[in-house]
């Protein structure tokens, strides 16, 4: 019985409707096949920093209205999904370098089902592009999922 077990993965792409999918389908697969699932649905509000983003990632252009369009298909999802199941969560806010967005983390450790568990700074897994982030970091002593 793995019913107590947290699994999670991340992925990076969304079936588009190119693929011959549309979100709604795709999001029937997910509550059928993970009926138990949380997911959690990250976007970059901030289209011109992802424009950029993109460009030093790959070398060329993206259009500002593809990416709206990305995130409107995202938003679509989550919405589909319900907010017992999704929380749409947008990069623009959890992740200023100054931490003043932890708290969008820190809630949704909570809707994960933690309890007394924080976030008290960022760990980049692509710091400055591609280089790994050597801080170290606890959710604190006494962190632990709601009902053990």
Not at 47 to 60: H, L
Request: hydrophobic share 35%; aromatic share 12%; net charge negative.
């Amino acid at each position: 019985d793995d019913s107590d077990e947290i699994i999670g993965f991340k992925t990076v792409r969304f079936h588009s409707e190119e693929f011959g999918h549309s979100h709604e389908r795709s999001v029937e697969f997910l509550m059928k096949t993970f009926p138990c699932a949380r997911f959690i649905i990250n976007i970059r509000g901030d289209v011109e920093a992802q424009r950029s983003s993109w460009f030093k990632a790959f070398g060329v252009g993206m259009d500002g209205d593809i990416i709206r369009g990305y995130n409107l298909r995202l938003e679509k999802v989550a919405a589909q999904l319900g907010k017992d199941r999704a929380r749409l969560v947008d990069m623009s806010e959890w992740s200023q370098k100054d931490g003043s967005g932890l708290y969008v983390l820190n809630e949704m450790i909570e809707w994960l089902g933690f309890k007394n568990c924080h976030i008290s700074s960022l760990m980049h897994s692509n710091k400055d592009g591609y280089g790994h982030d050597t801080q170290k970091y606890s959710l604190g002593d006494y962190c632990r999922r709601i009902g053990q």
